[in-house]
């Protein structure tokens, strides 16, 4: 069974750079999904797709966000990261990691994180 599980600092302060790492267990990252995905929802607000790390290691990323955000992994540690920069309180929100066959398509995901942003 694949679990997945996201960590990082709950508190980061404005203009600084959020840094997520998602583990994942039960098999290799490198096959037992083709996708695996950054999400995030803001309080009151939808999901929101932020990007993904496909398991040849391409990246895919929101438009809105690629400017500030990079994606890559540790096929040793089986984990991926998230790093979004420059972040304000908008960027203040539940953070998913999520693993899937698809870009938009997901079976397996974290329980999600709370990332706060604020001086």
């Known amino acids: 069974q694949v679990q997945l599980q996201e960590s990082g600092p709950g508190l980061v302060k404005p203009s600084q750079t959020l840094s997520l790492t998602c583990t994942v267990s039960?098999?290799?990252?490198?096959?037992?999904?083709?996708?695996w995905t950054w999400i995030r929802q803001p309080p009151g607000k939808g999901l929101e797709w932020m990007g993904a790390?496909?398991?040849?290691?391409?990246?895919y990323y929101s438009p809105s966000l690629k400017s500030r955000t990079s994606i890559s992994r540790d096929t040793s540690k089986n984990h991926f990261t998230l790093q979004l920069s420059s972040v304000t309180p908008e960027d203040t929100a539940v953070y998913y990691c999520?693993?899937?066959?698809?870009?938009?398509?997901?079976?397996?995901w974290g329980q999600g994180t709370q990332v706060t942003v604020s001086s």
């Open positions: 039960g098999g290799s990252i490198t096959t037992i999904r083709i996708y």
């Open positions: 999520a693993g899937g066959n698809g870009l938009a398509t997901y079976d397996a």
């Open positions: 790390i496909a398991n040849d290691g391409n990246t």
